[in-house]
């Protein structure tokens, strides 16, 4: 069992930038892969990065390809994703998410809601214009 919780949520104006943290729960933590996934109000739930278990492999939307940052950090249990030049299209709740993955992680994989088994509760991120 993993437990996720989130921070680093807030409101900032365009083109700033905000760093979203998720501290994981358990001795485990480096044999997870990890995701951020975001959700507007009204929209579905969309993958945002994901890194793999031992942070080889990284994966972004398209949205946010070279303005977010998707990194781990194991001896602290935390994975942090930094979000630069924001957009207010970036508003949405961030969910931080985990699935117990040793082995490659493909695009496929990384994408998909489905693949993940633990979720966190989400951090706000609002962008003003």
């Known amino acids: 069992q993993v437990q996720l919780v989130e921070s680093g949520g807030g409101l900032v104006q365009a083109g700033g930038s905000l760093r979203l943290s998720c501290a994981a729960s358990?001795?485990?933590?480096?044999?997870?892969?990890m995701g951020w996934f975001r959700q507007a109000p009204g929209k579905e739930r969309e993958f945002v990065a994901a890194?793999?278990?031992?942070?080889?492999?990284?994966y972004y939307a398209d949205s946010v390809k070279g303005r977010f940052t998707i990194s781990r950090d194991n001896a602290k249990n935390t994975v942090y994703l930094q979000m630069n030049s924001l957009k207010p299209e970036d508003t949405a709740v961030y969910y931080c998410?985990?699935?117990?993955?040793?082995?490659?992680?493909?695009?496929?994989?990384?994408?998909?809601?489905?693949?993940?088994?633990?979720w966190g509760q989400g951090t706000q991120v609002t962008v003003a214009s």
């Open positions: 998410a985990a699935v117990f993955h040793r082995r490659p992680l493909t695009s496929a994989q990384a994408m998909g809601v489905s693949m993940y088994d633990y």
């Open positions: 358990g001795r485990t933590f480096s044999c997870y892969a």
């Open positions: 890194i793999s278990w031992r942070g080889a492999s990284t």
